[in-house]
């Protein structure tokens, strides 16, 4: 029996309306890593990370819950289960189910990235608490009617702490709050950076000379509705880094079947695996620059002879 999509769905967009998120967080899981980095808060520029890399460790323990659901009887009682989070967040259960060393890599990812943003001279703020989920899953499901409100909060938000300038950290909020906002928001007028472009366009110099081979996995959303192809590839052979290919990369990379984990386990982590096999033949160390990518991928490599990271950290690793 497969999971039911609309009681699903539906608890996710009930958690949007009510709660700002689609998996809410506390306040501690969402802005601790920023802790002691002394960023100030607001400005005419800053590093808005959507609550992504934050938000991942619940999304994996929610999506490991949903596959032991799939083909259970169970599933019949979610309808159920979408009346009971309304009043109260069951929600928030999964993140206190989620990995704590999961947590700890997401927040070093985010301090990568910002100590990479400090070298570049280019000067930024947090948003703290008003750092707000971009809606990414919601609109990928078709909820406009749920998206576009949280949306237009998101930007009244951001005008209301002077932000003119936002740096993304993950290539959905990049494309959302890039591409989409602009077409649903009236007046939305964020310019909108991703880091690694920014890192790219001032070229820090380079500390560290890494000397080794690096298989690159490319983000759907980064190579196909974003352009950036060159960018993760000029930072990489700039710090010694010899990149292997993998068959499908570039525009034409491979998904790694994440986006769909929630309402489709099993055929997720059978995508998954497809591409572990592509990568893998290229070579053991590989590189992801996508936070729903490194997760999944590397849950279809257990057992295998494969490592993946994120690329900021082999990014912090030569210019840090």
């Known amino acids: 029996m497969p999971l039911p999509i609309a009681p699903i769905l539906g608890i996710l967009a009930d958690n949007i309306?009510?709660?700002?998120?689609?998996?809410?967080?506390?306040?501690?899981?969402s802005t601790g890593w920023a802790k002691g980095l002394n960023l100030p808060k607001g400005g005419d520029t800053v590093i808005y990370t959507?609550?992504?890399?934050?938000?991942?460790?619940?999304?994996?323990?929610?999506?490991?819950?949903?596959?032991?659901?799939?083909e259970s009887p169970i599933t019949k009682l979610f309808g159920l289960?979408?009346?009971?989070?309304?009043?109260?967040?069951?929600?928030?259960?999964?993140?206190?189910?989620?990995s704590k060393d999961m947590k700890v890599e997401n927040n070093r990812i985010l301090k990568n990235i910002t100590g990479l943003l400090k070298k570049t001279g280019v000067e930024f703020g947090y948003l703290y608490e008003d750092d707000m989920y971009s809606g990414a899953l919601i609109y990928d499901e078709g909820l406009d009617e749920i998206f576009v409100p949280h949306a237009k909060k998101v930007f009244e938000k951001l005008k209301k702490n002077g932000v003119k300038k936002i740096i993304t950290v993950d290539p959905h909020t990049t494309n959302m709050m890039r591409d989409i906002y602009p077409k649903v928001v009236p007046g939305y007028d964020i310019e909108v950076q991703s880091y690694m472009e920014v890192l790219a366009e001032k070229a820090p110099e380079v500390l560290k000379q890494c000397n080794k081979e690096l298989v690159i996995h490319d983000s759907c959303v980064y190579a196909r509705y974003e352009n950036m192809v060159d960018q993760p590839r000029e930072l990489l052979k700039n710090a010694g880094i010899d990149?292997?290919?993998?068959?499908?990369?570039?525009?034409?990379?491979?998904?790694?079947g994440g986006p769909i984990e929630a309402l489709f386990p099993k055929?997720?982590?059978?995508?998954?695996?497809?591409?572990?096999?592509?990568?893998?033949?290229?070579?053991?160390?590989?590189?992801t620059m996508c936070p729903i990518c490194l997760v999944n991928l590397r849950k279809a490599a257990k057992g295998k002879d494969c490592q993946l990271k994120d690329i900021s950290d082999t990014l912090a690793d030569a210019y840090l």
Request: hydrophobic share 40%; with cysteine; aromatic share 6%.
């Open 17 to 29: 309306k009510q709660r700002g998120s689609v998996l809410p967080i506390s306040k501690k899981a």
């Open 50 to 70: 959507g609550q992504m890399y934050q938000l991942i460790p619940a999304i994996d323990a929610m999506s490991k819950q949903m596959a032991m659901f799939e």
């Open 81 to 98: 289960g979408r009346f009971a989070n309304k009043i109260i967040n069951l929600s928030f259960f999964m993140s206190l189910m989620a």
């Open 243 to 256: 990149i292997k290919l993998p068959e499908l990369s570039g525009k034409s990379t491979h998904c790694c």
């Open 267 to 287: 055929k997720a982590h059978e995508i998954a695996g497809n591409r572990i096999e592509q990568l893998s033949e290229e070579g053991k160390d590989i590189v």
